[in-house]
């Protein structure tokens, strides 16, 4: 029997995709872990990093967060990381297995949509199986997004 899965908890969240809302509509959004060395935890941890242009992949088995940019931390020595390295993410082989099949469809990427530490202190990327969106579709999902903010706003003035 499959364990409960508990909400998670966004103690401090690092960086963001916003864009990636826009440019893309979501099959499935999932958490995983990030390896990580000392140094990047701790340039994490001062609220430095950009998910702006990176993606994920599977490799052998593997899913690796391409393209972050975690800057080297000011105060370390000559053992620091490489800011745009290849990370590996932390998933179940069953998961990894269900984003390779989603990947192969047509269309499918993986996208990075925060990170950030749980209350646990441990750094996670939330990450979505998404497809891109079409210019029509933007604005389709813009009128929409306009529309839901200005039915809001009528019913709390009627009542």
Do not use: C
Request: proline share 3%.
């Amino acid at each position: 029997m499959a364990r409960p899965r508990h909400e998670t908890v966004k103690v401090k969240t690092v960086a963001e995709n916003r864009r990636a809302r826009y440019e893309y509509s979501f099959e499935d959004v999932l958490d995983a872990g990030i390896a990580l060395t000392g140094t990047e935890v701790k340039s994490l941890r001062f609220g430095e990093g950009s998910i702006a242009e990176s993606y994920a992949e599977v490799k052998n088995g593997e899913v690796w967060l391409v393209n972050a940019n975690i800057p080297e931390f000011s105060h370390g020595n000559r053992h620091n990381h490489e800011p745009k390295r290849p990370r590996k993410l932390l998933l179940r082989a069953r998961e990894i297995e269900k984003l390779h099949g989603a990947v192969a469809r047509q269309g499918m990427t993986l996208v990075p949509l925060s990170v950030y530490f749980n209350e646990r202190g441990r750094a996670k990327v939330e990450l979505a199986v998404a497809k891109g969106r079409k210019l029509h579709d933007k604005r389709a999902h813009e009128k929409e997004k306009d529309w839901k903010r200005e039915q809001g706003r009528l019913l709390r003035e009627r009542g």
